[in-house]
């Protein structure tokens, strides 16, 4: 079996953006194998040590829904959900929430994870990230168990919208792939951005119609037209709650924004890598 040949060239990878695409389509077809070897690993190795085992994936969305379903029974905090009732209007918003939270997150951890790798070992470095975007989609298919139980228990309406929600999902978790892409580099180097990101993602929820209906007056109106998340959200609730889809122009423009923003941070990635690595001591 003949050896794989890799041409080194002083020659910067821009100078030539269609060789450059070619050798990240190559690299990224190469390395699926590896990825789903790296999950695999990774998923054995985090829950492994724990005793709710894959309670985890959609244990904090659950808790921070019943905090505000607690709120809104007890009369403190009134917000009118239309024909939803409010727990699954809540818990949907957290579960699509979470999943987004994960997306962003991905490449950072996953990076991180793999230093060792990466400063010692030739491979597909794009692998890494695809084994961390498996993981993102694990967990929220994990999530989903307890998605159609809360749809199921409170009767939420569904109707021919829900054909989009695949498509709706899709937007939202590529718009936080690309926030993480764009993260990575920096998040390599500096673990103040994985830790910044929880505490980032905790007040942006409050900007973004999670546990409240998106308004259109007032503060909370022009934060949640000004907020990209929000269309996004909107719109993966409401294919879920066979809700007309108010904000689809808004989530088609985003979601095109967020490919051309995703595939910018993999050639950055690509660039950044090797000075990433003699960073790490390589």
Same mark, same amino acid.
């Given at each position: 079996?003949?050896?794989?040949?890799?041409?080194?060239?002083?020659?910067?990878?821009?100078?030539?953006?269609?060789? /450059?695409?070619?050798?990240?389509?190559?690299?990224?077809?190469?390395? %699926?194998?590896?990825?789903?070897?790296?999950?695999?690993?990774?998923? =054995?190795?985090?829950? %492994?040590?724990?005793? /709710?085992?894959?309670?985890?994936?959609?244990?904090?969305?659950?808790?921070? =829904?019943?905090?505000?379903?607690?709120?809104?029974?007890?009369?403190?905090?009134?917000?009118?959900?239309?024909?939803?009732?409010?727990?699954?209007?809540?818990?949907?918003?957290?579960?699509?929430?979470?999943?987004? $939270?994960?997306?962003?997150?991905?490449?950072?951890?996953?990076?991180?994870?793999?230093?060792?790798?990466?400063?010692?070992?030739?491979?597909?470095?794009?692998?890494?990230?695809?084994?961390?975007?498996?993981?993102?989609?694990?967990?929220?298919?994990? %999530?989903?168990?307890?998605?159609?139980? $809360?749809?199921?228990?409170?009767?939420?309406?569904?109707?021919?919208?829900?054909?989009?929600?695949?498509?709706?999902?899709?937007?939202?978790?590529?718009?936080?792939?690309?926030?993480?892409?764009?993260?990575?580099?920096?998040?390599?180097?500096?673990?103040?951005? =994985?830790?910044?990101?929880?505490?980032?993602?905790?007040?942006?929820?409050?900007?973004?119609?999670? $546990?409240?209906?998106? %308004?259109?007056?007032?503060?909370?109106?022009?934060?949640?037209?000004?907020?990209?998340?929000?269309?996004?959200?909107?719109?993966?609730?409401?294919?879920?709650?066979?809700?007309?889809?108010?904000?689809?122009?808004?989530?088609?423009?985003?979601?095109?924004?967020?490919?051309?923003?995703?595939?910018?941070?993999?050639?950055?990635?690509?660039?950044?890598?090797?000075?990433?690595?003699?960073?790490?001591?390589?």
């Amino acid at each position: 079996m003949p050896l794989a040949e890799r041409t080194y060239s002083p020659e910067p990878l821009l100078g030539s953006p269609l060789k /450059l695409f070619k050798a990240l389509f190559a690299d990224i077809m190469a390395g %699926r194998e590896l990825a789903w070897r790296l999950f695999v690993r990774d998923l =054995s190795a985090q829950y %492994r040590q724990t005793c /709710l085992g894959y309670v985890w994936a959609f244990l904090p969305p659950l808790v921070a =829904s019943l905090t505000f379903i607690f709120l809104n029974s007890q009369g403190i905090v009134e917000i009118d959900t239309g024909s939803i009732p409010y727990p699954a209007f809540a818990m949907m918003g957290t579960l699509l929430w979470q999943g987004f $939270v994960d997306a962003v997150t991905g490449p950072v951890q996953s990076l991180n994870a793999a230093k060792s790798m990466l400063a010692k070992i030739n491979f597909p470095r794009e692998a890494i990230l695809l084994a961390g975007f498996y993981m993102v989609l694990f967990n929220f298919a994990v %999530r989903m168990v307890l998605l159609v139980g $809360v749809m199921i228990w409170w009767q939420v309406p569904v109707n021919a919208t829900l054909a989009f929600f695949p498509v709706a999902l899709g937007g939202l978790l590529l718009c936080g792939s690309a926030i993480g892409l764009a993260m990575a580099p920096i998040g390599t180097l500096y673990g103040d951005v =994985s830790k910044s990101i929880p505490i980032f993602a905790q007040f942006l929820m409050l900007l973004t119609p999670v $546990v409240y209906p998106a %308004r259109t007056e007032g503060l909370a109106g022009m934060l949640a037209t000004w907020n990209p998340i929000s269309p996004l959200m909107v719109t993966a609730r409401e294919t879920l709650s066979g809700q007309d889809l108010t904000l689809l122009l808004p989530f088609t423009i985003i979601t095109f924004a967020s490919l051309i923003v995703a595939f910018a941070g993999l050639i950055a990635f690509r660039l950044a890598m090797p000075h990433l690595i003699a960073r790490m001591g390589g």
